[in-house]
Structure formats: C-alpha cells, structure tokens
C-alpha cells in the first residue's frame, strides 16, 4: 500500500519554528516532484512549497525567506523547515508526491498534520 505519511504539526509561539516531515512508503518505483500545501478553516487548499527531483524549488511569496522545502531521495523523505511562524501560518498542512506505481506516475496525498500559531 503506498502512502504519505506526515509529522512533525504542533501548538508553537508566534516567531518560533517548526519542522514537518513526510515519508512516502510502499511499492514506489520513483518519485518526480514532491510538495507541501496547506488548508485554514474557511479556505481554499494552496501551496506553500515544492521541489523537484532534481532540486528546483518554488514558494508561496508568503513564506518566501522563512520556509525551507528539502528532500532526501534515498529516505523517500520531504521536509519543510519553518522558521518565524506567524498566525496566520496556521493550518492544516497536506503532504504531496507526484509517485511512479504501477505504470505511471500519480499524485498521492498524505492525511494531514496540524499546524498552530499562537499570538
């Protein structure tokens, strides 16, 4: 069963860091782009940041200078570093992989991980 599989949300201060991790497990062949994208109540589900397999990365201009998007292939592992959180950063983050099963590629979704910020 191939799946996503998110950690690292929690309740943190307004100006301190967080850092989210994402493992894709099962029968993977490849892995093309990876990403993260948040939800706050009320609103559409955006992105905050991607990466490609080769590296290449782009921002939300909102978290531009404070996020960090990383990779490591050989864990099937993503990670967004994020420093000077701020209220308004809160929401649920959903991890995102674009996975080679079977006979192509196909986006895959993990289940969630809550993110807060305190004032």
């Known amino acids: 069963q191939v799946q996503l599989v998110e950690s690292g949300g929690n309740l943190v201060q307004a100006g301190g860091s967080l850092r989210l991790s994402c493992a894709a497990s099962g029968s993977i062949f490849s892995i093309n782009a990876m990403g993260w994208y948040r939800q706050a109540p009320g609103k559409q589900r955006e992105l905050v940041a991607r990466i490609t397999s080769g590296g290449s990365t782009n921002y939300a201009d909102s978290v531009k200078g404070r996020f960090t998007i990383s990779r490591d292939n050989a864990k099937n592992t993503v990670y967004l570093q994020m420093n000077s959180l701020k209220p308004e950063d809160t929401a649920v983050y959903y991890c995102?992989?674009?996975?080679?099963?079977?006979?192509?590629?196909?986006?895959?979704w993990g289940q969630g991980t809550q993110v807060t910020v305190s004032s």
């Open positions: 995102n992989a674009d996975l080679f099963v079977d006979y192509g590629y196909q986006a895959y």
